[in-house]
């Protein structure tokens, strides 16, 4: 069976969404929050890892969709030590600059809608359709 592992937000964001590690590192970069050497770190890193890991949305461009997978979001392998091993400095990133993340495990990350031997993107399960005991009448 495999284990699936995301590192995301400890707080939602204004849409209620809890990012991911990228997201959050993104959004630190993007907002003009890191230093120049950590900037500098961000874009390189970045760069590295789209060269060694596949977009999902560059395979299946609908695999996030609001409308087709509602609160898609995406888990590692925990097999795959490579990606894990790079989300860590961007893990120690987020801890510099006081970012709460949290690690989440599974074996059942939801509905997937895009998966490859690193990765997938999965739409978790909800609480009326996967609750494993009847609702009391």
Known sequence: MNEYVRFQS????????FPGVFALANGLARTGLLTQQDAAWHRSANDRGNAMHTDPTTV????????LHPGARAWFRASSAEL?????AYL??????GVG???LRTTSPGRITYEDAVQCVAVPA?????????QPS
Do not use: A, I, K, Q
């Open 101 to 103: 993340w949290v690690e």
């Open 126 to 134: 909800t609480f009326e359709e996967n609750w494993p005991w009847p």
């Open 10 to 17: 400890v707080v939602p964001n204004r849409r209620g969404r």
């Open 84 to 88: 894990l091993d790079m989300t860590r």
């Open 92 to 97: 120690d990133l987020l801890d510099r600059y």
């Open 60 to 67: 299946d461009p609908d695999c996030y969709d609001p409308v």
